[in-house]
């Protein structure tokens, strides 16, 4: 795929965490990363960041309790 379906598909998958994508973007989105490596990597990463700012806001609330 080109680089628009990259940026495509990155736009999507960050939107996907703050929304329900709808089929069409979905399926789009499913098939790219079937075939781009760079993506699914990209979602790997986004996925571990998302991961590491839920466990960073449970340690400040913790801090903000004592």
Known sequence: ???YSCREATRLLLQEQ???LTTG???MLQFH????AACRKFRDQAELMRQAMA???G???DD???
């Open 1 to 3: 795929m080109d680089k």
């Open 18 to 20: 703050d929304r329900e």
């Open 25 to 27: 973007e979905s399926t």
């Open 33 to 36: 990363l079937g075939i781009c």
């Open 55 to 57: 466990r960073w806001r």
């Open 59 to 61: 340690y400040r609330d």
């Open 64 to 66: 903000q309790e004592k």
